[in-house]
C-alpha cells in the first residue's frame, strides 16, 4: 500500500472558523479576561430625596424630614383639659336653671336680672374653656367660674334672709347652691395651676415667636 506524501494535512481544505473564549474548565484566567466587564450597580435615590438615618432617629435630625405641619408645641397639660370639662359640665347646669328662673323672671324684677346674668355667666364659661383648652388665655374661665361662685353667695344670702324656713328646709335650701359652687371652685384652682401657667406662657411665647408684629 503507498504511504501518503508527507506534505499531506489532513485539515487541508477545511474552513477556519474563529475561536471563542476560552472552555472555563480548561483555562479559568483567560477566559474571564475575555468577558466583558459590568458597571457597578448603582441603587436607585430614596422616594423624596433624603438621605438615609440611623433607625430611630428623632424627627428633625439629619435624614429625616420635618414632621408634618412644622414642630409640635406645648403640650396641653391635664390640668387644662379637666378645668375646661369642669366650666362645661358647669354652663349646661346653669342654663338649664337660667330657664327656669327666667320664667319666674316674668313676676319678680329680680330674679330676671339673676337669669340674665347667669345666661351671660354661661357665654363665659364656654368661651374661657375654650381659652384654656387652646393656651391663649385663661381670663374668660377666670371671670365665669368667679360669676358663678358670685351667684352662689347671692342665693345663699338669700335663703338665709327667708324667715318662714325652718332648720330642715333651710338646711336642704343650702346644699342646692354649695352644689354648684363646687366645680367652679375646682376649676378655678386648676386654672391657676402651675402647669396651666406654664402652658399659657408657653402657647403665648410661640405665638409672638411666628409673629414678631404682635410683641409690645
Given at each position: ?9 489532513p ?58 405641619g ?9 390640668a ?17 336653671c ?23 355667666s ?18 374668660m ?13 347671692y ?6 334672709s ?8 333651710f ?35 410661640q ?10
Amino acid at each position: 500500500m503507498s504511504q501518503p506524501p508527507s506534505s499531506w494535512d489532513p485539515h487541508a481544505g477545511q474552513q477556519d472558523y474563529p475561536q471563542g473564549p476560552q472552555n472555563p474548565y480548561g483555562s479559568t484566567e483567560s477566559f474571564q479576561q475575555q468577558q466583558p466587564s459590568q458597571p457597578a450597580y448603582t441603587p436607585p435615590p430614596q422616594y423624596g430625596g433624603y438621605p438615609p438615618a440611623a433607625y430611630g432617629a428623632p424627627y428633625g435630625q439629619p435624614g429625616y424630614p420635618p414632621p408634618y405641619g412644622g414642630p409640635v408645641g406645648p403640650q396641653r397639660p391635664g390640668a387644662a383639659l379637666a378645668a375646661a370639662v369642669l366650666s362645661y359640665v358647669q354652663a349646661g347646669l346653669v342654663l338649664i336653671c337660667s330657664f327656669f328662673v327666667l320664667a319666674a323672671g316674668t313676676e319678680i324684677v329680680e330674679l330676671l336680672l339673676i337669669g340674665i346674668v347667669q345666661l351671660i355667666s354661661v357665654g363665659l364659661l364656654i368661651f374661657g374653656a375654650v381659652q384654656l383648652t387652646s393656651g391663649t388665655g385663661r381670663t374668660m374661665a377666670v371671670i365665669g367660674n368667679g360669676v358663678q361662685l358670685g351667684l352662689v353667695v347671692y342665693y345663699l344670702v338669700r335663703i338665709s334672709s327667708l324667715d318662714s324656713l325652718d332648720t330642715a328646709d333651710f338646711e336642704g335650701a343650702v346644699v342646692i347652691p354649695l352644689f354648684f359652687a363646687v366645680m367652679p371652685a375646682v376649676a378655678l384652682g386648676l386654672a391657676f395651676s402651675s402647669a396651666v401657667s406654664r402652658f399659657i406662657a408657653e402657647k403665648q411665647g410661640q405665638a409672638q415667636a411666628q409673629n414678631p408684629q404682635w410683641r409690645s
